[in-house]
């Protein structure tokens, strides 16, 4: 559940406040599985002791007291360690398999320990007892397993792998772009440093005065809230602190920063993904926070890109629609739209109307075409795209000002469509 936020003034000064939500009261079923839990835990750890003082007391006659427990204590912890894996994965079975593998391994290799340690002790009773301690603890853990979780059918558990594969590449080129800035940085700090070369002045004795550092700012360089229609400078130094929109497929992260290029990068993003940066510092940016939190992904600073945000962007609504354009040269006829595969494919041509035969055929219009794969965005933005390759086709000194007026889109937005339709051509 979603913590309540809400404004706390004092002195003159606003900050917003979280407060946890309430949940709700437990249900009987709720509370019978935390019973069978603790339960189960209390087993597990009776198998854990039993299983260490056995094998550990038979250990203890060629090793040391402390090792020989110690080691003991593997055993037991060996499967519980598997289970708890296996558990984690449970959404997952094609990885659950070595984990499950692992831990029906261990539980018999420690069965057959404490079953030796009775029978070296003439009691073999007693061994296959404790033996079947710990399969009584596995058992139970089992059981709780299957009462708790769930399989997936065929389609949901497809998507879901698919789901977590992008999950797990994104994060995986995330450590990748953060292990090479550790190197880059770590490279940089072993190189030699050459000695400042300073000259001194014959007529004077001193050496020249070290510049100050620049003092980082602190305030934003203009009215809180107020859009920078041009952003592009913020990405070559340290700025006064903005607070940026960072956009990446359905959603927007709302993140203020006074070093904009870095925090991009640590994203793993591009500066391309930034749609629109305004003046404002944390308190402005917990203000968008609360005024979007209907959007919010979590307890996070990302917001689904629809209803007010989206026209707040000057964006089209995400969709969870998969959208393919294609734009080909012009024909004679247009083409008619074609459905295929589950995605949608839009077809622009620009038709000249034929003349007579006894008069010269018009010049063919400039021919144009490209591809964007779009994910979880809208048919609103395949045509924009198409209007904009339109307006390239008549008049290639077209600006973003123009483009802007005719779409009725922001000026990040109205920028970005235009590179696009540029590329392309």
Known sequence: MNPIVRAVTRNGRTHYVEEPAKLPPLTPDEMIMRAVGAATAVVVLGALIWSTVSVGAMLAAVAPAWAAYMIAAVFDLTWIVAMATEYVLRFEPARQKIPKTIGWFALLISMGAIFTHGALLSLPWIGAFGALVSALAKGLWWLLMFATSRRLDKDTQAWLNAELGEVHAKRAEQMAVAKVERERERYAWNQPVEPPQVTVSRATPEALPTPPKPQPVLEPAGPVGEEIEDFDDLFTASHAPVVYFLRNGTRVKIGTTRNLRPRVAR?????????????????????????????RVGNTEWFELRGELADYLGEPEAQSLELTAQFVEPTAHPAEPAIAGGGLSATSAQATPSEPTAQTAEPEAPSFGFSAHLTGQSAQRVKALQKVAELLAQDRGITAEQVKEELGVSPATAKRYLREARQAL
């Open 267 to 295: 994203l793993a993003l591009r500066p391309d993904n930034v749609i629109r940066v305004e003046h404002g510092g944390q308190d402005y940016e917990q203000s968008l926070h609360a005024r979007f939190d209907a959007y």
